[in-house]
């Protein structure tokens, strides 16, 4: 029986440069759904797998944008991408949740709590979050990790488990960080075969689907698409194998 959680981050600039690649994506086997860090819908996905909008930031709760969000009919919404990066305190993305989030999940929507960076600081933000929305918590907690040891990413992702246990995970952002690909691929071989076998993991998406790589922190090695938008080695076993094989 094919597990199916892995989520695929398609950045919003491949709907301008190579939205035809998103036709090569197997939907079939274990990939699943789709995220792009916005809250539009990417037209090339043609409703071939579900859709994770998400509320990167305030901005996204105003405008047309927030208008995308309500008008949307997929279930899981994410809120905040490393808002502790961005000046927001847990206060004030608690007092936008109870204000604009609470109201969609009681009309069934399914949310995903804000998803901060594994440092120090991104896990006191989110427990204090969480702590401040226990009248109304999410449905779902998000989590980012980077690293260069799969062990590692193995034991965050079970301590956050251990601190918070009543909330199903979603890593909406995984990579290793290693510019060497044979570390890469064995990272995200160990990681991935892990999380499969996971009952309190529900989805992960392995960063990242672009042309270009998005800063100096990620590894050009972890790419999933090379720069013409064909899909890479990587991308195709993340498609096509489970369990995944070095």
């Given at each position: 029986m094919v597990v199916r959680k892995r989520c695929l981050p398609w950045d919003y600039t491949n709907t301008q440069k190579c939205p035809q690649m998103m036709d090569k994506v197997d939907f079939k086997g274990p990939m699943h759904s789709v995220h792009n860090w916005n809250a539009w819908y990417p037209e090339e996905l043609k409703h071939r797998a579900p859709f994770r909008p998400m509320v990167r930031q305030e901005a996204q709760l105003s405008g047309q944008d927030w208008q995308f969000i309500l008008d949307s009919k997929e279930t899981v919404i994410h809120f905040f991408n490393e808002p502790e990066r961005d000046g927001i305190s847990p206060q004030h993305a608690a007092d936008l949740w109870h204000k604009k989030m609470v109201p969609l999940q009681k009309k069934g929507k399914k949310l995903v709590s804000p998803s901060c960076a594994n440092d120090q600081k991104g896990q006191a933000w989110i427990a204090d979050f969480l702590h401040r929305v226990k009248?109304?918590?999410?449905?779902?907690?998000?989590?980012?990790?980077?690293?260069?040891?799969?062990?590692?990413?193995?034991?965050?992702?079970?301590?956050?488990?251990?601190?918070?246990?009543?909330?199903?995970?979603?890593?909406?952002?995984?990579?290793?960080?290693?510019?060497?690909?044979?570390?890469?691929?064995?990272?995200?071989?160990?990681?991935?075969?892990?999380?499969?076998?996971?009952?309190?993991?529900?989805?992960?998406?392995?960063?990242?689907?672009?042309?270009?790589?998005?800063?100096?922190?990620?590894?050009?090695?972890?790419?999933?698409?090379?720069?013409?938008?064909?899909?890479?080695?990587?991308?195709?076993?993340?498609m096509h194998e489970q369990p995944m094989k070095e």
């Open positions: 009248d109304h918590p999410p449905n779902y907690l998000g989590l980012h990790y980077y690293g260069t040891k799969g062990s590692e990413a193995i034991a965050f992702i079970e301590s956050m488990h251990k601190k918070f246990p009543r909330y199903p995970i979603i890593v909406s952002e995984i990579a290793c960080i290693s510019r060497n690909y044979h570390d890469v691929k064995r990272f995200t071989v160990q990681v991935t075969n892990w999380m499969d076998q996971q009952k309190f993991v529900a989805e992960y998406g392995w960063f990242g689907c672009m042309e270009k790589v998005a800063d100096g922190f990620v590894s050009p090695a972890a790419q999933l698409m090379n720069p013409d938008g064909s899909f890479k080695e990587l991308m195709k076993k993340l």
